[in-house]
């Protein structure tokens, strides 16, 4: 069965402060690892998906790399609007379903 | 583009009663998911169609049912609430079935059970 554990369980930085959030997950043939940004009263919103080990994608502040046992979303000089729960989540095999971690409570403060 | 729209955005029901949640995917996207979240399991699958089947179910009580009509809307349905089924029902579209395809949600059901 695959696990997806996420780490720190809640982060407190100040504006400008870079830090990472790490993803480690145990999974039979990854199909894919995806990030999502869930704000407060709202659904998850895809940021990234990575296929394979070595894999790097951006997007503004947000850098995610991959290695084979555990993923690293990187956040460069948050800002308080990056204040969200950062949630990651895996596919693997033929399933389509997508298996979650509890996520990373992020808080920005000025 | 519109996005996933869930309808209603929040319910509430009595132990007993049962429940039926829609979900419109976006415009071109061919598979659904349900998943459901609560505080202290997160989010957890509860099923995915594509094309009108039921390809996956996660574990949960046969009281948990779903379909999808050939427009790719899809619904979900809970018979006998119970005050455990309090959570935010989330529907995800996606393109299609393949692993690497991308899951978008909508914002969700809240589902408050008194």
């Known amino acids: 069965e695959d696990q997806v554990t996420q780490s720190p369980e809640a982060l407190r930085l100040q504006e400008g402060e870079s830090s990472s959030l790490n993803c480690s997950y145990t999974?039979?043939?990854?199909?894919?690892l995806f990030w999502y940004r869930q704000d407060p009263g709202k659904g998850p919103e895809f940021l990234f998906t990575?296929?394979?080990a070595g894999e790097e994608k951006e997007k503004e502040r947000l850098k995610a790399t991959l290695t084979k046992k555990e993923s690293f979303l990187h956040i460069t000089a948050p800002k308080p609007e990056d204040s969200a729960t950062y949630l990651c989540?895996?596919?693997?095999?033929?399933?389509?379903?997508?298996?979650f971690g509890t996520g990373t409570r992020l808080q920005v403060t000025l | 583009k519109a996005g996933v729209t869930q309808t209603p955005r929040y319910l509430i029901k009595t132990r007993g009663q049962q429940v039926t949640l829609s979900c419109s995917p976006i415009?071109?996207?061919?598979?659904v998911s349900w998943y459901q979240q609560t505080p202290g399991q997160g989010l957890q699958f509860l099923f995915e169609y594509f094309s009108e089947t039921q390809r996956n179910k996660g574990n949960f009580p046969g009281r948990f049912s779903g379909r999808q009509f050939s427009n790719s809307r899809s619904e979900m349905n809970v018979s006998t609430l119970e005050l455990g089924d309090s959570a935010l029902y989330l529907c995800?579209?996606?393109?299609?079935?393949?692993?690497?395809?991308?899951?978008?949600f909508g914002d969700g059901t809240r589902l408050s059970i008194l």
């Open positions: 989540a895996v596919k693997s095999g033929t399933a389509s379903k997508l298996t």
């Open positions: 415009s071109g996207h061919r598979s």
């Open positions: 999974v039979s043939g990854l199909r894919g």
């Open positions: 995800a579209s996606s393109l299609g079935v393949q692993g690497n395809q991308p899951q978008h």
């Open positions: 990575l296929y394979s």
